[in-house]
């Protein structure tokens, strides 16, 4: 069974910087795309970022610039290195996994969720 176990979320002051981490276990297969979502109540999960390989990165347009995703495949893990929030940001960020890009986009393997809260 496949879990993801997201740390690093918190409340910070707009300007600010946070690191959030996920580490994957229990796939019997190679999770080739982690990334992360962000979901605010009232609307859907959004695309943030994520990251094919170890090598590809993309990212929402709205993060373009402020947000890092890096990973490291010893450890499984995955990292989204987040500097001059803002109070848009806020939400609750969801590591995601998945075999490949289309399955990201539609069923991939998720983590419990972490609140990052950007204070204006």
């Known amino acids: 069974q496949v879990q993801l176990v997201e740390s690093g979320g918190g409340l910070v002051q707009a300007g600010g910087s946070l690191r959030l981490s996920c580490r994957a276990s229990?796939?019997?297969?190679?999770?080739?795309?982690m990334g992360w979502y962000r979901q605010v109540p009232g609307s859907q999960r959004e695309l943030v970022a994520y990251?094919?390989?170890?090598?590809?990165?993309s990212y929402a347009d709205s993060v373009k610039g402020r947000f890092t995703i890096s990973s490291e495949n010893a450890k499984n893990t995955v990292y989204l290195h987040m500097k001059d929030l803002k109070p848009e940001d806020t939400g609750v960020y969801y590591c995601?996994?998945?075999?490949?890009?289309?399955?990201?986009?539609?069923?991939?393997?998720w983590g419990q969720g972490t609140q990052v809260t950007v204070s204006s």
């Open positions: 990251i094919i390989s170890s090598r590809i990165t």
């Open positions: 229990g796939s019997r297969h190679t999770l080739n795309v």
């Open positions: 995601a996994a998945a075999l490949n890009r289309q399955i990201m986009g539609e069923s991939p393997y």
